[in-house]
């Protein structure tokens, strides 16, 4: 029976180790991924939203109140305050692509962060690659909330997508509040 309990004690700290592997970084890797198509197009855009960049174009929305807020944070991967570290201009053809390197200052939601410094990229697609394109000196060293989610590629790699949000103390509040359950 000795044999048994050691067993049992393996099996304990092993399911441990896999737990605590599944809250890093890493967490999820072989997870299947959502393709990214429809909805979670809207939702993780790689956009920046202009108010986040200081081009405050509307004036006293409540981020309490921003439907897709609250769905990027229910549904995305995680929802991260990020530090953009670096910003990376790559000409691919005619096509000029941006690649963010962001470091996490704290994760706010989610199961599954990237990594604690990772690269988003924005291609001439993105809603944002203008605020980019004329805020190349001013963004890097910004913090913002960074809702983020991977997908599949048809090549079955899989590739980041986000959108950034200002960071601020009523934002963090809306991302935190639309993750908790009342009690009722």
Known sequence: MAWFRVLVLLLALSSSFALGCAASGN????????????????????????????L?????????????????????????????????????GAETRYQLGMKILETLTGLYPPADDFNVTMDATSPSVGIVRSLQDGIVGKTFIAFVRAFVRPDGDHEL????????????????????????
């Open 27 to 54: 967490a999820g890797a072989n997870r299947p991924l959502p393709s990214n198509a429809g909805h979670a197009m809207e939702l993780f855009d790689d956009a920046i939203e202009p108010r986040a960049a200081g």
């Open 161 to 184: 997508h986000f959108h950034l949000a200002p960071d601020t103390k009523p934002e963090v509040a809306a991302v935190r509040a639309s993750t908790t359950k009342s009690e009722h």
């Open 56 to 92: 405050d174009l509307e004036q006293g929305s409540d981020p309490r109140t921003d439907a897709l807020l609250r769905e990027r944070a229910q549904v995305g991967d995680a929802t991260l305050r990020v530090r953009i570290g670096t910003l990376t201009e790559k000409q691919e």
